[in-house]
């Protein structure tokens, strides 16, 4: 109980840069008006695992309709995400975890009483799985990863092996690495498969064609290509690749997209100082003008609706030490995919698609325009990257089945 006021400050004191940390704040105290018998609860950090997490939550939905799901996040953002996908179910709840303090833990049993709890990717709270262990909550970590900062970190908790890990019921893993590194905090080798990465698995939006059609039209033949989950310092770096672009392709069109809504305006900023003619998502959804160079998409849910319209494909949190975001997304898209150097959160994955010339990996502005240009200026090898990129993720698309069966057995 100590750490309560500190845990007040640090939850301020980021509410300051996002205001909506501030909102539905009891949540994280567990304070909620929602009483449930039992339930089946997920939690899915920020956007990346809400995403990901979309099949599989969706066959849940669809193959036990009786059952109640608890939906949690920890991000402003991936809580947007699971409201999006999940407001017309009448059975799925969505609240903010709470800290991984014994007090709140208790009360979130009290209210919502679940019976299985299902963590996305990888993310260990030891007060919370605790509990589970004492109340025969079984756990189930699915599409997980374990990156060796985590493993050096997690080997710290105290009697972690002996009374936290040896006690998971099962781990699906997206590489062999992870599984090595699961087993090696205590995890025995029967209770981890390898199933592969669920991003494999996405869901393409109904309807994708009809929805974008009238802003597809309004591009007619432009060159069009796509700056996706962009971080702070990797939109100076695409701007001026795009400077570059224009003075061989004057009428190319960027589609710029940043990670997080909160730096939609300063973005927009950033686009006029450099003195490019701009337009925003949020004010012309179904027309982009003849004379527009730059085109924000400053709302939320629309990435896939972006990719689907461009002809390229750069993919963010690459540039900077930041591991990159979902390249499975263009590659279901048949999209060519550009990339930075830092994609260690998607080491498989990007082996894969540089395996089949399907991504190409860049350090600077130069050499962003250059594989750009050469793209546009060579539709045979534009064509061949979008091809191989296709074939990727069409290779992998098994995983579904895979982790959704090792969760039915504990239901």
């Not at 009891?26 to 009483?35: G, K, N, S, Y």
């Not at 059975?91 to 014994?102: A, C, G, K, L, R």
């Not at 971080?231 to 770096?237: F, L, M, R, S």
């Not at 993919?315 to 975001?325: A, E, F, R, S």
Request: with cysteine.
């Amino acid at each position: 109980m100590v750490y309560i006021p500190i845990v007040y400050l640090k939850k301020l004191k980021r509410s300051l840069k996002n205001i909506h940390y501030r909102k539905r704040w009891a949540e994280r105290f567990a304070h909620t008006p929602l009483r449930l018998k039992d339930c089946i609860w997920i939690h899915s950090v920020s956007v990346g695992e809400s995403l990901s997490a979309e099949p599989l939550v969706k066959k849940l939905l669809l193959e036990h309709p009786d059952e109640r799901f608890v939906i949690t996040t920890t991000t402003p953002t991936g809580s947007d995400v699971i409201t999006r996908l999940y407001s017309s179910y009448t059975n799925v709840h969505h609240m903010y975890i709470p800290y991984d303090v014994q007090v709140f833990i208790n009360n979130f049993f009290v209210n919502l009483n679940p019976k299985l709890f299902i963590i996305i990717e990888t993310e260990i709270w030891p007060n919370i799985l605790n509990k589970c262990f004492k109340e025969n909550v079984p756990v189930v970590i699915t599409n997980a990863r374990l990156s060796k900062k985590s493993l050096r970190n997690y080997k710290k908790v105290p009697f972690g092996k002996e009374m936290l890990f040896s006690n998971i019921s099962h781990i699906s893993t997206q590489t062999e690495k992870d599984a090595k590194r699961f087993c090696s905090l205590g995890v025995s080798k029967d209770k981890v498969a390898i199933t592969g990465n669920l991003k494999y698995s996405m869901i393409r939006p109904e309807n994708l064609e009809e929805k974008i059609i009238h802003l597809k039209e309004s591009i007619k033949n432009r060159p069009i290509w796509i700056a996706a989950s962009t971080h702070q310092g990797e939109e100076e770096v695409v701007l001026q690749a795009h400077k570059e672009i224009l003075k061989t392709l004057p009428n190319c069109l960027l589609i710029i997209v940043p990670r997080h809504k909160e730096r939609f305006i300063k973005v927009e900023k950033i686009i006029l100082n450099n003195h490019f003619s701009l337009q925003k998502r949020s004010s012309f959804k179904n027309e982009i003008h003849s004379h527009t160079q730059v085109y924000l998409g400053d709302t939320m849910g629309e990435l896939l609706y972006l990719y689907y319209v461009s002809d390229i494909t750069f993919v963010g949190g690459t540039l900077i030490d930041n591991g990159g975001h979902n390249l499975l997304e263009p590659a279901a898209l048949k999209k060519p995919i550009i990339s930075g150097t830092s994609l260690y959160n998607f080491s498989q994955i990007s082996k894969a698609l540089i395996k089949n010339k399907a991504l190409k990996r860049v350090k600077n502005s130069d050499e962003l325009a250059i594989e750009v240009s050469n793209l546009f200026n060579e539709p045979k090898m534009l064509q061949q990257m979008a091809d191989n990129s296709y074939k990727t993720f069409a290779a992998h698309n098994n995983v579904l089945e895979q982790q959704y069966n090792e969760i039915v057995k504990f239901l």
